[in-house]
């Protein structure tokens, strides 16, 4: 709770001068649980949950309705028509099917709405899950009229699927940058705001050019297939009695995801839906799970029925030193920094406090593992003092660098010592060549000026042939925007597209 505080006043108060920093969005999604019995009870019984669970507290702030809300019927002026049975009125004076009911129901427990949809004609529609199968539940053909009416029910944030864009072999590229602009009209006619998740699955490597596809503001983008199929609990027929979660479908999820250079703070790649607790997920599975999406900051939007949580599994899911590392400020993906036998990983990630590293030790294996840390493999001088157990949120002896892992389990630790010097590479400048990034992972801090108006993509293209873009969002008056980013191996260029983007200082951290 302090933790969020501060956060969220550190935002508050820089936000006069600096871009306010978003962490990666956390919630509840209703897909993997629910799948297309999806209905407005299902919704609040799990918004109450997440209320009054400690999940609130903690950060998890939307409630996101996934496919199943509606079959894709439209009234003659093409307005989206729901079934009164599925979405009724909640409240007194409320209409039965104006999904306007479930989002101020929503609202009503301090909490944001998403809905979903998809990008082409048709959705996903029911496949694989019971029922017949629907076409025209995209919004294709729509695009700003349906963010018109999203922002107008109450939702705050839309999923945008990509069923029937594969379908109909469009490009990603181009057809989010539609899909981002119409959302920016949308909000422009209804003075409200839309949070754009992009689900592409990773198909045309989003990582190249979600960030800030259209201009506008897009934070999100899927980076690989569904970590599971639905396990619907109160479906009984043998397809979803047989439906299990491995510690593979959570691995492959993560592994999928690991797109570190794209990543940069405010801007996500996007691992899936959440499986904590689920059928098939021990506690020693729900650790990895949270540990490698803490570590990743990927969205955590969780797919379990919130209502059927064990202790354990809301303790780590509302784990606050975890939860920190998930939401620091420069918001990256770890590196695998060693793996001493094949399966017995060491990850870290660069935390926003100097010195400090955040550590997954990861055992993938069926067996034991003995990890020893060279700490100068983090970007570190020496021994660091400050050692930390984010599990159970314990100081560790400073002397310990040999680390015991369960076989299939992860211990996640925090880390303060001190950082090699970094580089810093002259200021006031619109292009930088040559940056270094060749002897092993590189990390930058940018501080820029943006007075564009809008997002900025600035591309970063290196000698590896591995080149990403980097979403800047408008920095206002004389303030600085931050970016922490991870360089691709190589030689790297900055280059900036428009004048009204400078660099104010740039430094490289070698690890
Ligand atoms: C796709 C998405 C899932 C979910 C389903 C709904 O498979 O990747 O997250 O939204 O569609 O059909």
């Known amino acids: 709770m302090i933790y969020v505080v ?13 871009v306010c920093f978003c962490a990666a969005p956390m919630g509840w999604n209703s897909w993997n649980s629910f799948a297309n019995i999806v209905n407005s009870q299902i919704v609040q019984q799990q918004a109450q949950a997440l209320a009054a669970n400690g999940m609130k507290e903690a950060g998890y702030q939307y409630v996101v309705i996934d496919e199943g809300w509606w079959l894709g019927e439209r009234d003659t002026a093409g307005n989206i028509v729901v079934n009164p049975k599925q979405w009724p009125a909640i409240e007194p004076g409320q209409k039965d099917g104006d999904m306007a009911n479930i989002a101020a129901f929503i609202h009503s427990l301090g909490l944001k709405a998403g809905i979903y949809t998809d990008a082409g004609r048709d959705g996903c529609s029911m496949y694989p899950d019971s029922g017949a199968k629907y076409s025209n539940t995209g919004s294709e053909g729509h695009y700003e009229q349906d963010f018109v009416q999203f922002l107008k029910w109450g939702f705050d944030y839309v999923k945008v699927d990509w069923c029937g864009g594969a379908k109909e072999k469009r490009s990603g590229a181009v057809q989010y940058a539609q899909v981002a602009r119409a959302i920016k009209h949308a909000e422009e006619a209804t003075g409200r705001r839309l949070f ?36 619907v609990e109160s479906l009984h027929d043998p397809e979803h009695a047989k439906r299990v979660i491995t510690l593979k479908n959570v691995l492959d999820s993560f592994d999928a ?8 703070t405010g801007y996500y790649n996007d691992l899936d839906m959440m499986v904590m607790g689920m059928r098939g997920m021990t506690d020693a599975m729900d650790r990895i799970h949270m540990g490698l999406w803490a570590m990743a900051s990927a969205p955590m939007m969780v797919g379990s029925d919130l209502t059927r949580l064990s202790p354990e599994t809301l303790s780590l899911l509302n784990n606050r030193e975890a939860l920190a590392i998930h939401n620091d400020p420069y918001g990256l993906q770890p590196i695998k920094v060693f793996e001493p036998i094949p399966g017995v990983q060491v990850w870290a990630k660069p935390l926003a406090v100097a010195g400090r590293r955040a550590v997954a030790i990861l055992n993938r294996t069926d067996i034991p593992a003995q990890v020893q840390i060279d700490w100068g493999k983090l970007g570190l001088v020496g021994t660091p003092p400050r050692l930390r157990d984010v599990w159970n949120g314990r100081d560790i002896a400073a002397a310990e660098s040999s680390f015991p892992v369960p076989a299939h389990d992860l211990r996640l630790l925090s880390v303060d010592g001190e950082d090699r010097k970094p580089v810093e590479y002259p200021a006031g400048r619109s292009n930088i060549v040559g940056i270094q990034a060749t002897g092993g992972p590189t990390f930058a801090r940018l501080e820029y000026t943006n007075t564009s108006g809008q997002v900025a ?5 290196s000698t590896s042939g591995l080149s990403t873009s980097l979403a800047l969002p408008p920095t206002a008056g004389s303030g600085t925007g931050m970016a922490g980013f991870i360089l691709p191996r190589g030689t790297a260029d900055l280059s900036f597209e428009g004048p009204k983007v400078a660099v104010r200082k740039l430094t490289v951290h070698y690890w």
């Open 196 to 231: 754009l998740s992009i689900c592409e699955w990773g198909s045309q490597n989003p990582w190249f050019w979600a960030p800030g596809v259209g201009g506008v503001e897009s934070t999100i983008w899927r980076t690989g297939g569904d970590i599971i199929p639905p396990v």
């Open 457 to 461: 993509v600035v591309s970063v293209k």
């Open 6 to 18: 501060l956060v969220r006043v550190a935002c508050l108060l820089a936000a006069s001068t600096t």
């Open 257 to 264: 995801g690991i797109h570190p250079e794209a990543q940069h």
